[in-house]
């Protein structure tokens, strides 16, 4: 097991290969409620026990339990939307889960990130967009990527409940129907539950923002999928919640092997997300994920698939620009043309700098810089589609500065592989893209590629220096 591994392991919390299980069976809409539950666990249901009666014949001989094999949840939690895939440990394909009515500006799978606290009373996703009055709650996770106690600017969040809070309350809920849903479509036991999510961070971890993603997700997965459980369901009342999940964000969180949920990077998930794509031939890749609040930059090595594929990410960032600032700047009228220049500008100098970074390491030993030359660049998330930022990649090459002439440079979408479409959605899968990193986070990392990341790929050695014979193969000749 490489460090790699181990630092996965850690994220993850797993461990052991468990056994290949079969593909799970098609997706089924979730339920509107939630079935009746034991209060304990649900981590392990109980197996029923027969009653007693001299009337009935002698029991059958016990056959031995099939073992349900555990779902993953992909759950990214973005600025704009909500998307989440559920894969069956082992299994091939991934389901696109909808646990909301669709509605116009959003993908149609994917939840709106809003909460609005209408009268004391919370509401959700779509319902709290179409609803009116009280406090609408927007962008919350990049409330999050300010400092804890730092100044908080927008006012809806200097008077009313703390960011921390409202996520825990909004995980809580697509927790509960995320639950709700795969209770319905495994009606011969519960299986064990796992839970992905990716945070904005880079391999460079801010282990701040970390460790507040996980008092948030353990507070909202106590809530669901804890002994002493309390469903919040759209109109909760947030005066009755807030004891509860202000004490469960106060907890300690479990050592990584005892957890069923993991942080993981934002910049991870596309690439596992690339390195199940039977279509990906070998190479450098870059990958920019452009959403509403964030967008992650990576620039990868991905060889053949197989077994043991390996992936070298050279460079990742993580950088607070996405659709919600160009939203801003056009709102602005002309006067937002500036702005919108100003956003292209950082933004290109970040994919530079990511280019750069990577490509130094390569940059002496001209074997190794070669494969620079046949570079992709693979888009994902809402905000790549603005004319300006597709542009910005296919137009201007920003690696002519240096000695690597690209012989192929292709600018493309990235869509997921093996998605299983609910059949009653009757889409076709052109929004697919927006979905890189829950496919990403929906893979459990027993099956992820090799991975290396930036601090493990080292600066190649200068080739020349390195070729050149010792002093004495010239004297023993
Ligand atoms: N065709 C389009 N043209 C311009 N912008 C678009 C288009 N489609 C979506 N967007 C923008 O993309 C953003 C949503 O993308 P996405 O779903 O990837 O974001 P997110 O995952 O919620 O955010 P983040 O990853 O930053 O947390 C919104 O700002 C939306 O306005
Ligand atoms: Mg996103």
Redesign the pocket.
């Known amino acids: 097991m490489n460090i790699w591994d181990r630092v996965l392991g850690w994220l993850t919390g797993h461990r052991a290969t468990p056994p290949e299980p079969k593909a799970p069976p098609p997706i089924r809409p979730a339920p509107k409620k939630a079935p009746a539950r034991t209060p304990t666990t649900r981590q392990s249901r109980p197996t029923p026990q027969p009653t007693p009666s001299s009337s009935q014949p002698p029991p059958a001989q016990p056959q031995p339990r099939q073992e349900v094999p555990p779902v993953i949840v992909g759950l990214?939690f973005?600025?704009?939307?909500t998307?989440i895939m559920l894969r069956t440990r082992g299994a091939k394909q991934a389901n696109v889960l909808v646990l909301d009515q669709r509605m116009d500006?959003y993908?149609w799978f994917?939840v709106p990130?809003l909460v609005r606290l209408y009268d004391g009373r919370l509401f959700f996703g779509r319902q709290a967009a179409e609803a009116s009055g009280g406090t609408l709650y927007r962008s919350l996770?990049v409330q999050l990527l300010r400092p804890h106690d730092g100044p908080v600017e927008q006012e809806t969040f200097a008077t009313g409940p703390e960011p921390d809070l409202l996520v825990a309350c909004y995980l809580s809920w697509i927790l509960e129907r995320v639950r709700a849903h795969i209770v319905a479509s495994h009606p011969h036991g519960e299986p064990r539950v796992f839970l992905n999510m990716a945070a904005?961070m880079n391999h460079f971890e801010k282990e701040s923002l970390k460790v507040r993603y996980l008092h948030i997700i353990q507070s909202a997965w106590e809530s669901v999928f804890g002994e002493k459980s309390f469903p919040i369901e759209q109109g909760a009342v947030l005066e009755k919640l807030r004891p509860r999940l202000q004490q469960l964000l106060k907890e300690v969180v479990p050592d990584r092997s005892s957890r069923p949920f993991a942080v993981l990077p934002?910049t991870v998930a596309p690439i596992v997300s690339l390195s199940l794509d039977p279509r990906m031939t070998p190479g450098m890749y870059m990958i920019v994920?452009?959403?509403?609040?964030?967008?992650e930059l990576s620039v990868n090595h991905v060889d053949e698939r197989g077994a043991d594929q390996k992936v070298l990410c050279y460079h990742d960032e993580s950088v607070v620009i996405?659709?919600?600032n160009?939203?801003w700047a056009d709102s602005q009228g002309p006067q937002g043309e500036a702005e919108t220049k100003q956003l292209i500008k950082a933004f290109r100098r970040v994919f530079a700098t990511t280019w750069h970074t990577g490509y130094m390491k390569d940059r002496p030993n001209p074997a190794a810089h070669g494969r620079w030359r046949n570079f992709r660049v693979l888009l994902?998330?809402?905000?790549a589609?603005?004319r300006e930022v597709e542009r910005a990649i296919v137009d201007r090459r920003p690696f002519s500065n240096f000695p690597v002439a690209e012989e192929r440079y292709d600018v493309a979408w990235h869509c997921p592989t093996d998605v299983i479409l609910d059949k009653s959605v009757g889409e076709s899968g052109d929004q697919l893209a927006?979905l890189a990193?829950a496919h990403g986070l929906s893979v459990p990392r027993q099956q992820w590629p090799e991975f290396f990341p930036p601090a493990e790929v080292e600066q190649q050695k200068d080739a020349e220096v390195v070729d050149m014979p010792p002093a004495y193969w010239y004297l023993e000749r």
């Open positions: 990214d973005g600025t704009h939307s998307k500006g993908p994917a990130s996770k904005p934002e994920d452009m959403g509403a609040g964030t967008t996405g659709g919600d160009f939203e994902a998330g809402g905000a589609r603005r927006l990193v």
